[in-house]
């Protein structure tokens, strides 16, 4: 079954204790992304990767980290998680440039406290 | 990209048609209208797009006006589970990969 998971799900923490929370993909796409939501905010995009070792700032990238050195997998590292990350994060995936249209296929969701 | 207008709720009942308006209309000539639904906290989930003809797949229907300002998704059978947060998305295509989201129509399907 063509999907995105994202591990854990849950996950409460300590402020400033370093987390990472993985997403993998198994449809081959080259592009990756991460979105964290809030109420009141939307969906808001964080980090992007268009393939393997490419990767860029979205409108909210501050105290997050990405890597893509696999092109399947694509974790989201909170060096140091402070209170106002407490959010519910999802991982997305898309082909890449050139195709007619691009729907982007979107993980389950991890919801992160910090304490 | 394109700012959208979307009503923030609407009610309709089981096994009824449900018409979701999106108004676009500063949309540019190269700019595709798409559809996205969020059901309780779950990810977001591809619904339909198009560019100015009528589309429709299994699950809805896009209806975009001649001069593309506006748009309407049709659910042709609500039923429960399409219960909702849908989004109307205007974006050029090959450009920017990021969705932007605005705060949606809620739609909830009553029995």
């Known amino acids: 079954e063509a999907q995105v998971t994202q591990n854990p799900r849950y996950l409460i923490t300590v402020t400033g204790k370093k987390l990472t929370v993985t997403c993998s993909q198994n449809?081959?796409?080259?592009?990756m992304s991460w979105y964290r939501q809030d109420p009141g905010l939307g969906l808001r995009q964080i980090y992007y990767?268009?393939?393997?070792?490419?990767?860029d700032k979205g409108d909210v990238p501050e105290g997050y980290k990405v890597s893509r050195k696999e092109k399947r997998n694509f974790p989201l590292i909170l060096e140091s998680p402070s209170p106002n990350q407490t959010s519910l994060y999802f991982c997305a995936s898309s082909l890449t440039p050139g195709r007619l249209y691009n729907e982007q296929f979107f993980g389950p969701g991890t919801r992160l406290t910090v304490l | 990209d394109a700012k959208t207008t979307q009503p923030p709720s609407m009610d309709c009942a089981e096994g009824r048609a449900a018409n979701l308006p999106c108004n676009h209309s500063t949309i540019s000539g190269n700019e595709y209208v798409y559809w996205y639904r969020q059901i309780h906290s779950q990810g977001p989930q591809y619904i339909i797009h198009?560019?100015?003809n009528n589309e429709t797949n299994e699950m809805a229907s896009l209806i975009i006006t001649e001069d593309r300002k506006s748009s309407t998704l049709i659910l042709p059978h609500a039923t429960l589970r399409d219960t909702a947060v849908y989004y109307c998305?205007?974006?050029?295509?090959?450009?920017?990969?990021?969705?932007?989201f605005g705060a949606g129509t809620t739609v909830t399907v009553r029995a």
């Open positions: 198009g560019l100015k």
């Open positions: 990767s268009m393939n393997v070792e490419v990767t």
């Open positions: 449809m081959n796409h080259e592009y």
């Open positions: 998305i205007v974006r050029v295509d090959f450009n920017d990969y990021k969705l932007s």
